[in-house]
């Protein structure tokens, strides 16, 4: 037997599955086999990702913001105003002023769609009286509504479901799709039955909004759109008047709807100094908020009602629906006249994304990019990148270090500048874990993606409502170069079951949100667990042959250098002989640094722990085991805080060749 000899192995490269077992283990050594739940860091080696929390501990309101539909309601029934979509057996809610937590009764729902209404039979009795117009909040709900449309913005998140749209700091939610139409009023006294004459309009009640009058018991709903001149406008409504209204009565809107909305979008752009965000559902006009006011373009051309995507470039919104793409006049967000240079581009085929390049607008379809050059309407010119390769979803389109990253049929590519003026990129950035990206895409049914500045990474999540949390499915990709397809490095993720997503930089601070059907807003990079479960992690190295693929060897002990943050709990197993069926593998070797000295919250023994310690980061263990080839494998299912593994050393002795 020779002397002892030993073999270092850096980590790096990131997952890789397109090599065959042995290629690998010479060519890549540093690279992973499997890699779950760890992220290739630009700091060196593979780190545990981090959890996520809810954002907020309170659901997303399913049904809005419904209110009590007329005061002096007593029993087992209810009637709420200004709901848009039907509760269901089983939900639980609060009535604002009222006592108790009520539970909607078996069939004891009647869903009043035309007027958005619904009658409540409930299992117990109400405890008073509720006034006209009290707030209902549901804190539970039978079915599991998917979250339509997320947006981390200034300090906020926006989340859309169902008909409404929401904002939440982190302690609860407010509507904020409730229309602005001025400073209404009731327009004469003595007025009866289901119209009411209305001044203080500056633009036009929409057939479904909801609203009170001061001093009138009911909620009423406007039934058909308004025609607004000289600020006044009748308005149809249900029911008839519960009582003639004073003149000059103050006129409250609650809600307008955003009914059968699809998958929302946002464009976040500042033309005035005010930060605002456009936001689409491929059904509804679209809709503009400056965390104030909500405004929907209900007067816009019918090239942008029903929108699906939006994009701010060179001081116009661009608002893309079907195979038209539809401009705002410069500097402003809702001027759709050609005289002040609005305009629409046909690009010949239904457009599936838009972005942003170099100041350029990127259009995206199934089978073409384009982009649009010029900054107005005199010079706007439509030319393509390609006309052989497309973006097979929306929500996977994403700027990531000065490239835009999409999902085509192929994998994941990018759309990247060259040396040459106006030339692009399209590099095939996932070639390295082919069948892991046909697999993924063939699993899910939709996507969604978003970006970690900080550590030039990209997220793409796919969402199938038939894959359970903790096998939901997920890509990153490192991006070690500053620009292009070179130095990418993947990773898979498992347990981040993401419908919708978005990630924006706030005052340094970068908040990254996911949402999907199970009622609450998650912020991703956040914790050491995923909402209290435990983070399931493995990382197999290559298969490596060291010297000699065909000359035996007898490992003796291992060195594993890390970066701990905390205490660091995980299993470490020898795959001897390519892990073939029949080889004698050796058991799997715990390792922790959780014993000694080092003191960590709530973990700190008076007397025993030692203030100031320095974490163990070279993790020394005997192995066992002898064979051709031999693969490192390390698991773990903790709540640990994140650790990077950087580099591994093994000890071992050779055999002669046989």
């Given at each position: 037997?020779?002397?002892?000899?030993?073999?270092?192995?850096e980590?790096?490269?990131?997952?890789?599955?397109?090599?065959?077992?042995?290629?690998?283990?010479?060519?890549?050594?540093?690279s992973?086999?499997i890699?779950?739940?760890?992220?290739?860091?630009?700091?060196?080696?593979?780190r545990?990702?981090?959890?996520?929390?809810?954002?907020?501990?309170?659901?997303?309101?399913?049904?809005?913001?419904?209110?009590?539909?007329?005061?002096?309601?007593?029993?087992?029934?209810?009637?709420?105003?200004?709901?848009?979509?039907?509760?269901?057996?089983?939900?639980?809610?609060?009535?604002?002023?009222?006592?108790?937590?009520?539970?909607?009764?078996?069939?004891?729902?009647?869903?009043?769609?035309?007027?958005?209404?619904?009658?409540?039979?409930?299992?117990?009795?109400?405890a008073?009286?509720?006034?006209?117009?009290?707030?209902i909040?549901?804190?539970?709900?039978?079915?599991?509504?998917?979250?339509?449309?997320?947006?981390?913005w200034?300090?906020?998140?926006?989340?859309?479901?169902?008909?409404?749209?929401?904002?939440?700091?982190?302690?609860?939610?407010?509507?904020?799709?409730?229309?602005?139409?001025?400073?209404?009023?009731?327009?004469?006294?003595?007025?009866?039955?289901?119209?009411l004459?209305?001044?203080?309009?500056?633009?036009?009640?929409?057939?479904?909004?909801?609203?009170?009058?001061a001093?009138i018991?009911?909620?009423?709903?406007?039934?058909?759109?308004?025609?607004?001149?000289?600020?006044?406008?009748t308005?149809?409504?249900?029911?008839a008047?519960?009582?003639s209204?004073?003149?000059?009565?103050?006129?409250?809107?609650?809600?307008?709807?955003?009914?059968?909305?699809?998958?929302?979008?946002?464009?976040?752009?500042?033309?005035?100094?005010?930060?605002?965000?456009?936001i689409?559902?491929?059904?509804?006009?679209?809709?503009l908020?400056?965390?104030?006011?909500?405004?929907?373009?209900?007067?816009?051309?019918?090239?942008?009602?029903?929108?699906?995507?939006?994009?701010?470039?060179?001081?116009?919104?661009?608002?893309?629906?079907?195979?038209?793409?539809?401009?705002?006049?410069?500097?402003?967000?809702?001027?759709?006249?050609?005289a002040?240079?609005?305009?629409?581009?046909n690009?010949?085929?239904t457009?599936?994304?838009?972005?942003?390049?170099?100041?350029?607008?990127?259009?995206?379809?199934?089978?073409?990019?384009?982009?649009?050059?010029?900054?107005?309407?005199?010079?706007?010119?439509?030319?393509?990148?390609?006309?052989?390769?497309?973006?097979?979803?929306?929500?996977?389109?994403?700027?990531?270090?000065?490239?835009?990253?999409?999902?085509?049929?192929?994998?994941?590519?990018?759309?990247?500048?060259?040396?040459r003026?106006?030339?692009?990129?399209?590099?095939?950035?996932?070639?390295?874990?082919?069948?892991?990206?046909?697999?993924?895409?063939?699993a899910?049914?939709?996507?969604?993606?978003?970006?970690?500045?900080?550590?030039?990474?990209?997220?793409?999540?796919?969402?199938?409502?038939?894959?359970?949390?903790?096998?939901?499915?997920?890509?990153?990709?490192?991006?070690?170069?500053?620009?292009?397809?070179?130095?990418?490095?993947?990773?898979?993720?498992?347990?981040?079951r993401?419908?919708?997503?978005?990630?924006?930089?706030?005052?340094?601070?970068?908040?990254?949100?996911?949402?999907?059907?199970?009622?609450?807003?998650?912020?991703?990079?956040?914790?050491?667990?995923?909402?209290?479960?435990?983070?399931?992690?493995?990382?197999?190295?290559?298969?490596?042959?060291?010297s000699?693929?065909r000359?035996?060897k007898?490992?003796?002990?291992?060195?594993?250098?890390a970066?701990p943050?905390?205490?660091?709990?995980?299993?470490?197993?020898?795959?001897?002989?390519?892990d073939s069926?029949g080889?004698?593998?050796?058991?799997?070797?715990s390792?922790?640094?959780?014993?000694?000295?080092?003191?960590?919250f709530?973990?700190?023994?008076?007397?025993?722990?030692?203030?100031?310690?320095?974490?163990?980061?070279?993790?020394?263990?005997?192995?066992?085991?002898?064979g051709?080839?031999?693969?490192?494998?390390?698991?773990?299912?903790?709540?640990?805080?994140?650790?990077?593994?950087?580099?591994?050393?093994?000890?071992?002795?050779?055999?002669?060749?046989?």
């Amino acid at each position: 037997m020779d002397a002892w000899q030993t073999y270092p192995v850096e980590f790096r490269g990131g997952l890789i599955t397109n090599l065959s077992p042995l290629q690998q283990g010479i060519n890549a050594p540093g690279s992973a086999r499997i890699l779950r739940n760890y992220e290739p860091s630009v700091e060196g080696g593979y780190r545990r990702i981090e959890g996520y929390d809810k954002f907020d501990s309170n659901i997303i309101p399913p049904y809005g913001a419904p209110v009590v539909h007329g005061g002096s309601q007593t029993g087992t029934t209810l009637v709420l105003a200004a709901i848009h979509t039907t509760p269901e057996a089983g939900d639980e809610f609060t009535i604002d002023g009222v006592t108790g937590t009520y539970t909607i009764a078996s069939g004891g729902v009647t869903f009043d769609a035309t007027n958005n209404r619904a009658t409540l039979t409930l299992t117990t009795s109400l405890a008073s009286s509720p006034s006209n117009g009290a707030d209902i909040t549901f804190t539970s709900t039978t079915s599991n509504y998917l979250a339509l449309g997320v947006a981390s913005w200034e300090d906020s998140a926006i989340v859309c479901k169902n008909a409404d749209i929401f904002k939440t700091g982190g302690v609860g939610y407010t509507k904020i799709n409730v229309p602005d139409y001025g400073t209404p009023l009731v327009n004469g006294a003595s007025q009866t039955g289901s119209s009411l004459v209305v001044d203080g309009l500056d633009s036009a009640p929409q057939a479904g909004d909801a609203f009170k009058v001061a001093g009138i018991d009911l909620i009423y709903t406007v039934t058909a759109d308004a025609s607004v001149t000289s600020g006044g406008a009748t308005l149809t409504i249900n029911p008839a008047l519960a009582s003639s209204p004073a003149d000059n009565a103050v006129i409250t809107f609650l809600s307008t709807s955003r009914e059968t909305a699809g998958k929302t979008r946002f464009a976040k752009y500042n033309f005035s100094g005010t930060e605002k965000i456009a936001i689409v559902d491929g059904l509804n006009a679209p809709a503009l908020y400056d965390d104030a006011t909500f405004t929907v373009l209900n007067d816009g051309p019918n090239d942008i009602i029903g929108a699906s995507f939006v994009a701010e470039s060179k001081k116009h919104l661009f608002f893309a629906k079907g195979s038209n793409v539809t401009f705002t006049a410069p500097y402003t967000d809702n001027d759709f006249t050609a005289a002040a240079g609005s305009g629409t581009i046909n690009v010949g085929t239904t457009i599936t994304g838009l972005a942003v390049f170099r100041q350029n607008l990127i259009i995206f379809t199934e089978r073409s990019i384009h982009q649009l050059l010029g900054t107005t309407i005199a010079d706007f010119n439509l030319q393509p990148i390609t006309m052989d390769i497309g973006c097979i979803d929306s929500d996977t389109i994403q700027e990531i270090a000065g490239d835009i990253m999409f999902l085509a049929p192929d994998g994941l590519r990018l759309v990247s500048g060259t040396d040459r003026i106006g030339d692009f990129g399209l590099a095939s950035v996932s070639k390295n874990i082919q069948s892991n990206m046909t697999a993924f895409i063939s699993a899910n049914t939709s996507f969604t993606s978003c970006v970690i500045r900080e550590k030039s990474q990209y997220r793409i999540l796919g969402y199938n409502n038939n894959i359970t949390q903790e096998n939901a499915q997920g890509v990153l990709v490192t991006q070690f170069a500053p620009q292009g397809g070179e130095g990418m490095a993947f990773a898979e993720t498992r347990g981040i079951r993401a419908y919708v997503a978005d990630s924006n930089y706030n005052q340094n601070v970068e908040i990254v949100l996911f949402a999907n059907n199970d009622g609450y807003l998650y912020q991703m990079e956040s914790g050491n667990s995923f909402d209290g479960n435990n983070i399931q992690t493995t990382f197999a190295t290559p298969h490596l042959p060291i010297s000699d693929p065909r000359i035996r060897k007898t490992f003796y002990k291992l060195f594993l250098y890390a970066d701990p943050q905390g205490s660091v709990s995980f299993d470490v197993s020898l795959k001897l002989d390519f892990d073939s069926e029949g080889t004698i593998q050796p058991p799997p070797i715990s390792i922790q640094n959780q014993t000694g000295t080092v003191g960590f919250f709530g973990t700190g023994v008076f007397g025993t722990t030692r203030f100031g310690t320095k974490l163990l980061k070279l993790f020394e263990t005997q192995v066992v085991g002898s064979g051709t080839t031999v693969s490192f494998q390390f698991t773990s299912n903790t709540t640990d805080p994140p650790y990077s593994i950087d580099a591994l050393t093994i000890e071992y002795a050779t055999h002669d060749r046989r």
